[in-house]
């Protein structure tokens, strides 16, 4: 994992070098600049693999950054060598790549990754098809880029709230590509690359999971074997590394997938489990410690008090760069600190499995709701719910149904039109937010798949993943300079489950049937039958003990962005547990304001 900065056109020297250093974190091993009067590119290094190969790198007329891994790279290397070129590490393989097969060969790559390429007058940027690496840009006075957008803000004339950003955080919890909150700069979406040339902008999307034709596969003892062989290849080729490695561990089938295939390919890892102290309820390593004793490995509890909460929230807040309302980031900036402690620097997560293999209750929830849009009569019903507007979720649920709106809008969705309409001091328009999953749905419907099932898995993976888990991910782990590496979002496992028959994965009403069929014979039965928790913990009662919930109100008496009322009646609704994810986005978005607008 690394960092890679650029500058293409006119910069102040100082200005560079002091905004690059700002991702130092990213790369300690290593930092190299290659700069002429017209271009400034630097990279970070956190050395994964040996390699005796610096960047940027420079091949012939070709200057190349890269953050990431490319895990075929030894199969890219042999077939490159027949063509004549000498390739032994990564970047070797990447650059000839470029060289032979121009833009097409990031078809070619399976791995996570960011890339900046500069051949001549054109600059190519290239972000992984899944987003696990993220590329931000800033096109000012001059083209800029960046690995986060802290090394981008220096860039900016003033700093600005984008406001389809905070709309479109509020109800995905994630800014959606191309939107950040810092106005001007911009994200690359997943599978999409950027070209600039003359001074102009072209972005173009190279991988799109949809472009999969669906229904190949409508055998389930097929799409068991086919499964259970590529997941079991996503993982072992993840497993190469010149350093020590580990394995997040709760007490799910997610993460004892991953490390029962892992200690069968002889990397018996360390694994490390979250625990609360006070709160119980939320905590799961006791299952945990279950899970590691059946699987035979060593398990460390990281426990998390109020205190270390406190000590470290606004750190962890301020490291994202902008806000991502994602409570589970602060407990997980505490476990990779202790990762770290313990010399680690790459650990397996199991994001992407529950998108996947419908792994949310509310997936099988949602598609019972969508039968209603079958009724034939149903004005009376149209007229009903648009008269008696209520907060709850089935309400807004059915309303969309009987409207043939789209129902499901991410797994992430919190915040509705309405709700933001209530609480705003802004006019938001029922369905406003479809502005920001259009093109999603667009590509859906256009596309060979036809089942709902398929849209929920499609578009969390886009968004919900991409955006939000996989955002604070790649933050949060990078902060404490360890990679993360994901084998559900393999991209080959992705498409292969987009080829098979969705009706396998929900027909007999269990969450991740396939996986849970695929694990059966290798896991025990204790830990297929135990309930999601999920990344759950007490981060309301935190935010409410420790009184940092009076700055939401703090923060809008100065800035007037909500309601008072409303937003005193939300505020109240924490006692009771109730719209607490709500109430967590609007602190960590007064976190950001306080600190950047204010």
Known sequence: MCAIFGVIGEYDQQKAESSFSKMLHRGPDESNIIQTKDFFFAHQLLKIQNTSN????????????????????????????????????EIEVLASAYERWGVEFVHKLRGMFAIAIKDEDSLYLFRDRLGKKPLFYLDGESFVFASEIKALVPYLKKNEMDNDALLSYLSFLAPTPPYTFFKSIKKLGGGEYLIYKNNKISIKKYFNILDQKSNLITDKDEALHLLESKLKESIEIRLQSDQQMAGLLSGGIDSATLNYFSSKYG??????????????????????????????????????????????VEDILSSLDEPLNDPAAIPLNLLFKEIKKDGIRVVLSGEGSDELFLG????????????????????????????????????????RVLNDSVLFRTSGEKFTDLQKNNLLRQNIVDDQALKYIKSYRDMFENSTHTDEANWYSYIDLVL????????????????????????????????LVFSIDPKL??????????????????????????????????????????????LIQEVNKQTHLFKELELKELLSAAKSGAFKHHIWGLYVLSVWIKKNLL
Not at 484 to 490: A, H, N, Q, W
């Open 505 to 550: 994965k929900y027909e007999d009403g269990i969450t991740k049937s396939l996986l849970k069929q695929i694990m059966k014979p290798h896991i025990n039965k204790e830990i297929l039958k135990r309930k999601k928790k999920g990344f759950s913990n007490p981060y309301i009662e935190y935010l409410i003990e420790s009184k940092k919930i009076s």
């Open 360 to 399: 949310y209750r509310h997936y099988f929830n949602y598609l019972d709701v969508e039968q209603m849009k079958n009724l034939k009569n149903k004005n009376w019903l149209k007229r009903y719910f648009k008269n008696n507007y209520d907060e709850n979720r089935e309400w807004e649920w059915y309303k």
């Open 54 to 89: 610096k960047q940027p790198f420079k091949f012939k007329n070709i200057l190349i950054s890269f953050n990431g891994e490319i895990y075929n790279y030894k199969e890219l290397s042999d077939e490159l060598n027949s063509f004549g070129y000498t390739t032994q590490d």
């Open 267 to 312: 990397h018996n890892l360390q694994t490390y489990t979250l625990g609360y102290k006070g709160y119980e309820k939320y905590d799961e390593s006791l299952d945990a410690k279950e899970s590691a004793k059946l699987l035979g490995l060593e398990n460390k509890r990281v426990e998390v008090s109020l205190d270390d909460y406190n000590s470290s």
């Open 464 to 495: 919900f993943q991409a955006e939000h888990f996989l955002s604070k991910l790649d933050r949060v782990s990078m902060a404490h300079s360890i990679e993360s590496r994901t084998p559900f979002l393999d991209h080959e496992l992705v498409s």
